[in-house]
């Protein structure tokens, strides 16, 4: 593993507020305060221990404010960005004699306030994004309008996750709630319309005192007072689980509140089935890496059941944390990359690179060797995440979860690879998981696909 911040003129020395990989070519977009959307490709540097690039392709000019969030749809033909100022805009990619070029193609206008997230749905027909106005909106991309508002939330909606198996979206808010809505599909004239009503509302979890007496309820999830107008939840590519950011956590009501994520189960989205170990601060966004990796033996924790292994990166305001499905400990941590807060995280479609994005103007790349995160295989029988829609996974009880401690880090990058053939030295692992248990808080599950 390589890599570190490029210094480059990414967006005018604006802060770069948002980036997605091409989910065929691999080019990387990015969208900044200067309110353009950049394309860059992304490249290997063939000397050794020398960062990867980016080079410049083109640029996206339309939007009239800081561009905050873009992403690409799921057949590459087209761009979605949203702004400050309620703007989402759908570029559209053409081929000329010049090369490929982006055009605006449909504006689409409701949102009154900054628009903070958006998520595709897997077939590319929606889109749901949200918004400083305190509300979710599912836009129907063919026609270009509005196909429903969920608008429950209290205060600003700052991260959406459509399930890659359109069952569920999410949303998380700065009103201290994750909602998590089901499509529950409404026939007009003989034609069935898609409709999502809300199914869980999370916010509390109950924690009982010393004495096991009394039972107190703790919120979940930091308040408006969080320095980020980032909450970039998202969904495991196979749809088996949820990751929520923004998580906050106490092993007893005296203690002090931890940051951290918590792992929603598709088979109970009511309340989480784990929480990964604490951060430094808080956690502001997750993404997952696009592919299954085979499994390595290394599965002592049980809490995932899968058939093979999901890798996924989880940003906090000034780190990022590589996790997998097999191991309790990170794989790697990246840290004291940026001088202010990340905003965005991005898998190369290869699962060759990892993009991070910041408010100090810069972008970091870290590139991975072949095979260092694994050895890439299908999804079981050469289906896609489509194909679990169906299946209702047994449930399993693991031991206890272990509540863990924050991690001081060290601002270098750190490489805590798990590996079944060597054992690391204990000076080169540093791991934040505490030695101890403590008293369950959170009843753990198996996460199944």
Known sequence: MKGGTVQINWHDTKPVLTLDFHPFSGLLATGGADFDIKIWKVESEAAQKKIPTASYQTSLSYHSSAVNVLKF??????????ADGGELILWKSHLTDAGQVWKVLKTFSFHRKDVLDLQWSRNGAYIISGSVDNSCIIWDVEKGSVHQILDAHLHYVQGVAWDPLSKYVASLSSDRTCRIYVNKPQKAKGVERM???CQHVIVKTEQQ??????GLKNHLFHDETLPSFFRRLAW???????????GLYKSSPESESINTAYIFSR?????????LPGASKPVVAVHFCPLAFSLR??????????????IFAVATLNSVYIYDTESVAPLAVLAGLHYAAIT???????GKYLAISSQDGYCTLVEFQSDE???PIPFPDGKTANSHAGETPSQKKPEEMMVKAPVKISPVIEKNRIDNNKQASPAAISTPVSSKPAKRRITPMAIDP
């Open 73 to 82: 749809s799921p057949s590459g033909e087209l761009i979605a960005s949203g």
């Open 267 to 275: 088979k109970d989205l009511s309340r989480p089935a784990l929480q």
């Open 195 to 197: 409709n999502y009503a």
């Open 297 to 310: 033996g290394s599965n002592s924790a049980g809490f995932f059941k899968l058939p093979y292994r999901l």
């Open 344 to 350: 965005d995280i991005a898998w190369s479609p290869d």
């Open 209 to 214: 005192s010393a004495d096991d007496t009394k």
């Open 236 to 246: 495991s590519p196979d749809g088996s689980f949820l990751v929520v950011p923004a």
């Open 373 to 375: 995160l694994g050895s």
